[in-house]
């Protein structure tokens, strides 16, 4: 049993770096199966298919994106900062997204997660009554748009993508900038004065 | 000549037909050949390989994007309205930018255009000692998060991804939105004081 867990682990590795660097079509199974020790019976076993394991790459990673970076509704530049730098640690996720996205999922939600998304717009709801966010927009414009904004340097901008390879006061100045920018955002204007 | 020119633009059409849906690796050179009722050789005299077709497909659209949202500094809702409505026309565009970052361009910036990139940071600079932009946010920053901002609901949305086949009042909602929210953006708080 050990065996067969330390063996699926080899191959989540395997197939997160083969995807994330080539896409679904593009990715080679026998590529995957040899450099996590295993086979493509085994791998097929485990996963059903190129497809199922590449589903079970993506969740995998949505997973960790969003332990490290869970939504606060009371904090959303925080939260925009935490999204920053989970993708700065982990790129893979976004360019499997990105993937996900031109291989298979042309247009509407990119993930179908209706509870975990129901909790988040509800979150950001009781935000707004609690007059931290601008009850004007709505909770599914909110959390969109800031998820926009935190990704503007992500591994799929069509400006610039980060790179851990920067000085740090780069990442820090683009944390600071989204700290004040996303929370002008979800400010209405007025609101200060 | 005008056979020639006739059969490159049929070229450029079936290419960014083919790229925008499978991207570089998985485009067929033979199948935009096909459509383009041309042939390999012909083809590779005009675009060198399948790479400079690419190119030659992405500056195409870069340049239809560019005229149909040119930068206005003193006017960003109204840009990211304007980007918003080009992609939502022509969403090959940002598929094709998704593919060149996935596929060649992994970090910093997407497009190497310096002369247009200066232009528009001369002219965010400009607004900003005109007092329309706040002036304690860099040229470069306002540009990459407005476009951010922008492509919240693009081809490569993480989120969610717009089409036109939306209703109007949809797609509406999301440009009195980001009217709204680019505003609020450039904006220092205690300007509107």
Redesign the interface.
């Given at each position: 049993m050990r065996d067969a867990e330390a063996t699926r682990r080899r191959v989540l590795d395997a197939a997160t770096a083969e995807f994330a660097a080539?896409?679904i079509?593009?990715a080679r199974v026998d590529r995957i199966a040899a450099a996590a020790r295993s086979n493509k019976a085994q791998m097929y076993a485990y996963f059903g298919s190129k497809e199922g394991l590449f589903d079970a790459v993506l969740t995998l990673h949505l997973g960790r994106i969003l332990d490290a970076a869970p939504l606060t509704a009371d904090d959303l530049p925080g939260y925009a900062v935490r999204i920053y730098d989970a993708h700065l640690a982990n790129p893979g996720f976004?360019?499997l997204?990105?993937?996900a996205?031109?291989e298979r999922?042309?247009?509407?939600?990119?993930?179908e997660d209706a509870e975990g998304h129901a909790a988040k717009t509800a979150a950001i709801a009781e935000a707004q009554e609690h007059g931290l966010i601008d009850p004007s927009?709505t909770p599914e414009?909110v959390?969109?748009?800031v998820?926009?904004?935190a990704?503007?340097?992500?591994?799929?901008?069509?400006?610039?993508?980060?790179?851990a390879?920067e000085p740090d006061d780069v990442h820090e100045h683009r944390r600071q900038?989204l700290r004040r920018?996303v929370a002008?955002?979800v400010?209405a204007?007025?609101a200060?004065?």
């Open positions: 080539r896409g079509a593009g976004v360019r997204a990105g993937w996205r031109l999922t042309g247009t509407g939600e990119l993930f927009l414009d959390l969109q748009t998820i926009a904004l990704m503007t340097w992500s591994p799929i901008s069509a400006t610039y993508t980060a790179s390879a900038l920018l002008r955002l400010t204007p007025d200060s004065s």
